[in-house]
């Protein structure tokens, strides 16, 4: 049984019946369960829809409303619940309680009760305590999923990680993935739910080191494209998590940042390494609204800027703390006009007028800004932006375009960390 069909319950449960097991999925929301039941999903991510559908065809899939009466004859309970950042920045467990309160009576003897969403260290022997059984073990079985890959990212992990102070219980729940050619690493439950936390604050703080190493190249004439690309070949370093941009955020960085923080001074550590993280990002956000400004002559009240990107990454429709969201809104708080295309966000957002096709964000724009990394964007006419334009700036914070296109058009560009009106070089390797 998989409890919460979010962007992680669904993923799950969607792909634990694609390897064969009879799951069903549990929510309290009974219009959604209603759709997904015909099959729609609301998600955009590749590929889960399929599987949806063809659990629901085989039978192996299936939802319900409420857990109580579900979890009766479950041999595994997945907690794929919200945890969202609380007071102070801890993550919010409250619904990991309910669902343990719920069904803490009723849950068969024997059946593993598993952690799936993001929980702070200590979580496993709280849900126990909770629980008042011990004929119940429990399991830390975080996902390491990406919005936009998360199918390809479950069903080809680079590794499975469950964690239980009952060692046989946690084999046995990674035996449940024994279909996938991935290594599985078995620990007691703390270590297990700290290599969440730990993962997704070093890919935080690579992301804020770039950021910082774009800035440096600004100020010092040198080329971040050039620059990561001799990072990358490094086999330590890899190449990924090197892109600058905006600032992080979407659904995990930002509360398991803070999160961790929490649970650091919890016993007395000043994780100053991470403080420092969280703090470059903010200050790249706003590094980014300056450079847009001054694109726009330095002053933005009554500026009107084109906005192309509100999702916090490509290939999703997320707008949870999304890096693009964020800088729009303060450029909406300083008196600019905005005007907004996405290709998955539609509908109202406060502050600016979001629109359906992406040359109406060009119309009498003083600047166009990319803000996410859509490829859509690459292929725009940008001799017509152009035309439609009032000022002649493009504010590139995602690197995406190619710079000669834009000049080509008569318009300026600007990257993030690459000279004013940058042509690609390529380097031969040796």
Same mark, same amino acid.
């Given at each position: 049984?998989?409890?919460?069909?979010?962007?992680?319950?669904?993923?799950?449960?969607?792909?634990?019946?694609?390897?064969?097991?009879?799951?069903?999925?549990?929510?309290?929301?009974?219009?959604?369960? %209603?759709?997904?039941?015909?099959?729609?999903?609301?998600?955009?991510?590749?590929?889960?829809?399929?599987?949806?559908?063809?659990?629901?065809?085989?039978?192996?899939?299936?939802?319900?409303?409420?857990?109580?009466?579900?979890?009766?004859?479950?041999?595994?309970? *997945?907690?794929?619940?919200?945890?969202?950042?609380?007071?102070?920045?801890? !993550?919010?467990?409250?619904?990991?309680?309910?669902?343990?309160?719920?069904?803490?009576?009723?849950?068969? !003897?024997?059946?593993?009760?598993?952690?799936?969403?993001?929980?702070?260290?200590?979580?496993?022997?709280?849900?126990?305590?909770?629980?008042?059984?011990?004929?119940?073990?429990?399991?830390?079985?975080?996902?390491?999923?990406?919005?936009?890959?998360?199918?390809?990212? *479950?069903?080809?992990?680079?590794?499975?990680?469950?964690?239980?102070?009952?060692?046989?219980?946690?084999?046995?729940?990674?035996?449940?993935?024994?279909?996938?050619?991935?290594?599985?690493?078995?620990?007691? %439950?703390?270590?297990?739910?700290?290599?969440?936390?730990?993962?997704?604050?070093?890919?935080?703080?690579?992301?804020?080191?770039?950021?910082?190493?774009?800035?440096?190249?600004?100020?010092?004439?040198?080329?971040?494209?050039?620059?990561?690309?001799?990072?990358?070949?490094?086999?330590?370093?890899?190449?990924?998590?090197?892109?600058?941009?905006?600032?992080?955020?979407?659904?995990?960085?930002?509360?398991?940042?803070?999160?961790?923080?929490?649970?650091?001074?919890?016993?007395?550590?000043? *994780?100053?390494?991470?403080?420092?993280?969280?703090?470059?990002?903010?200050?790249?956000?706003?590094?980014?609204?300056?450079?847009?400004?001054?694109?726009?002559?330095?002053?933005?009240?009554?500026?009107?800027?084109?906005?192309?990107?509100?999702? *916090?990454?490509?290939?999703?429709?997320?707008?949870?703390?999304?890096? !693009?969201?964020?800088?729009?809104?303060?450029?909406?708080?300083?008196?600019?006009?905005?005007?907004?295309?996405?290709?998955?966000?539609?509908?109202?957002? %406060?502050?600016?007028?979001?629109?359906?096709?992406?040359?109406?964000?060009?119309?009498?724009?003083?600047?166009?800004?990319?803000?996410?990394?859509?490829?859509?964007?690459?292929?725009?006419?940008?001799?017509?932006?152009?035309?439609?334009?009032?000022?002649?700036?493009?504010?590139?914070?995602?690197?995406?375009?190619?710079?000669?296109?834009?000049?080509?058009?008569?318009?300026?560009?600007?990257?993030?960390?690459?000279?004013?009106?940058?042509?690609?070089?390529?380097?031969?390797?040796?």
């Amino acid at each position: 049984m998989v409890v919460g069909t979010g962007y992680v319950g669904l993923t799950t449960g969607a792909c634990l019946a694609g390897l064969g097991h009879r799951v069903t999925c549990v929510d309290v929301d009974q219009a959604k369960v %209603a759709r997904l039941s015909a099959g729609r999903v609301d998600i955009l991510e590749p590929g889960l829809s399929e599987l949806v559908s063809r659990g629901l065809t085989s039978g192996r899939l299936n939802f319900v409303v409420g857990a109580r009466d579900a979890v009766r004859d479950a041999e595994a309970v *997945f907690l794929c619940v919200p945890t969202p950042m609380g007071a102070g920045g801890s !993550a919010d467990l409250r619904a990991v309680e309910a669902v343990t309160t719920e069904i803490g009576d009723v849950i068969p !003897a024997g059946c593993a009760l598993i952690t799936k969403s993001t929980v702070p260290v200590g979580t496993s022997k709280r849900i126990q305590a909770m629980l008042g059984r011990t004929d119940v073990p429990v399991v830390s079985n975080p996902e390491f999923l990406r919005e936009g890959t998360a199918v390809e990212d *479950f069903l080809g992990p680079d590794r499975i990680v469950v964690g239980s102070d009952d060692v046989a219980a946690a084999r046995w729940v990674g035996d449940l993935y024994a279909d996938l050619a991935a290594p599985v690493v078995v620990a007691d %439950a703390a270590s297990a739910e700290l290599v969440k936390y730990a993962a997704n604050c070093f890919l935080a703080m690579k992301l804020s080191y770039v950021n910082s190493i774009a800035e440096l190249c600004e100020r010092l004439g040198a080329d971040i494209d050039l620059v990561t690309e001799g990072m990358g070949y490094d086999r330590r370093i890899g190449r990924s998590f090197l892109k600058p941009g905006p600032g992080w955020g979407g659904s995990c960085l930002p509360k398991d940042t803070s999160a961790l923080v929490r649970v650091a001074e919890s016993v007395q550590y000043d *994780f100053t390494l991470l403080t420092s993280a969280i703090e470059e990002n903010l200050a790249q956000r706003d590094r980014i609204v300056a450079k847009i400004a001054g694109a726009v002559g330095g002053t933005l009240a009554g500026s009107r800027i084109g906005v192309l990107g509100l999702a *916090f990454k490509a290939g999703t429709n997320d707008l949870r703390d999304s890096p !693009a969201l964020a800088v729009a809104s303060v450029l909406g708080a300083l008196g600019a006009e905005l005007t907004a295309y996405d290709p998955a966000v539609g509908g109202q957002i %406060a502050g600016m007028t979001v629109v359906d096709d992406p040359y109406q964000v060009a119309k009498a724009a003083d600047a166009v800004v990319v803000l996410t990394e859509w490829d859509e964007f690459k292929r725009l006419d940008w001799t017509y932006m152009a035309e439609q334009m009032d000022g002649d700036s493009v504010v590139d914070t995602r690197n995406l375009l190619e710079p000669q296109r834009i000049l080509d058009a008569g318009l300026s560009w600007q990257g993030v960390g690459r000279p004013r009106a940058a042509l690609r070089r390529k380097v031969a390797v040796s």
